[in-house]
C-alpha cells in the first residue's frame, strides 16, 4: 500500500503561481513512476505531468513551458510548480502512484485560478 498526502492547492489570480506537493510513505520501494493528474467540474481526469524513477518526465500540451514536475527520492517527494496560471487551470489536482499491480491516489487539493 502506498499513502499520498498533497498540500498547496488555493486561489490565485491569472498569471500568478502555485507550487503542489505530494509525500509518498508506505511500500514505496514498489514505486515506478509519480504523477500529478487534474479534474475540472464535467470533465474527465487528464494527466497533467508525470516523471518515471528513471527521470523521464511527460506533460501534458497544455502546460508545456509552465508547469514542472520535480521528485526527490530521497525525501519521497513529488512536485508540481505551476507558473503562468490560467482559468482554465482550475481543476482538483490529485497526486498519482504507480506500481506494477495498480495505481495510488491522493486526496486532491483544489486549484483555482479567478480574478
Known amino acids: 500500500q502506498v499513502q499520498l498526502v498533497e498540500s498547496g492547492g488555493g486561489l490565485v489570480q491569472p498569471g500568478g503561481s502555485l507550487r503542489l506537493s505530494c509525500a509518498a510513505s508506505g511500500s514505496i520501494f514498489s514505486i515506478n513512476a509519480m504523477g500529478w493528474y487534474r479534474q475540472a467540474p464535467g470533465k474527465q481526469r487528464e494527466l497533467v505531468a508525470r516523471?518515471?524513477?528513471?527521470?523521464?518526465?511527460k506533460y501534458a500540451d497544455s502546460v508545456k513551458g509552465r508547469f514542472t514536475i520535480s521528485r526527490d527520492n530521497a525525501k519521497n517527494t513529488v512536485a508540481l510548480q505551476m507558473n503562468s496560471l490560467k482559468p482554465e487551470d482550475t481543476a482538483v489536482y490529485y497526486c498519482n502512484a504507480e506500481t506494477d499491480f495498480r495505481g495510488y491516489w491522493g486526496q486532491g487539493t483544489q486549484v483555482t485560478v479567478s480574478s
Open positions: 516523471s518515471t524513477n528513471g527521470g523521464r518526465r
